[in-house]
Nanobody, 124 residues
C-alpha cells in the first residue's frame, strides 16, 4: 500500500522555522518525483518545492526561494521541507505528493499519490 504521511506542522511566529517531514512507503523512493504543495485559506493549491526522480533536480516557488529547502533521506524514505524566515503568507495546509512521471513539477495531475496534509500557521 502506498502511503505518504506528513508531519511537523504547527504554529510558529513570523521569522521562525519549521521542518516538515513526509514519510513515504509502498513504492521505490528513487523512481518518483516528490513534491510539496500547499493550500492557503481561500486560495488554490500551489506547488512549493519539488525533487525530480530523473536527476534529483530541485525546484522552488519563487516566493520561497532562499527560505525553504527540500531534502531527502533515502535510507529512511523520508522527504523534508525546511522552512526558514516564515511569513504569515506561508500559512497553509502543506501536502506531500509523489509522481512516477512528472514533466512539469507544478502540474498536480502528474502526481499519483498524495498525503493528507499538515497545517502550518504563521502568526504575525
Amino acid at each position: 500500500e502506498v502511503q505518504l504521511v506528513e508531519s511537523g506542522g504547527g504554529l510558529v511566529q513570523a521569522g521562525g522555522s519549521l521542518t516538515l517531514s513526509c514519510a513515504v512507503s509502498g513504492f521505490a523512493f528513487d523512481d518518483f518525483a516528490i513534491a510539496w504543495f500547499r493550500r492557503a485559506p481561500g486560495k488554490e493549491r500551489e506547488g512549493v518545492s519539488c525533487r525530480t526522480s530523473s536527476d534529483s533536480s530541485t525546484y522552488y516557488l519563487d516566493s520561497v526561494k532562499g527560505r525553504f529547502t527540500i531534502s531527502y533521506d533515502n535510507a529512511e524514505n523520508t522527504v523534508y521541507l525546511l522552512m526558514n524566515s516564515l511569513k504569515s503568507e506561508d500559512t497553509a495546509v502543506y501536502y506531500c505528493a509523489a509522481g512516477r512521471f512528472v514533466d512539469v513539477p507544478w502540474n498536480e495531475d502528474e502526481y499519483n499519490y498524495w498525503g493528507r496534509g499538515t497545517q502550518v500557521t504563521v502568526s504575525s
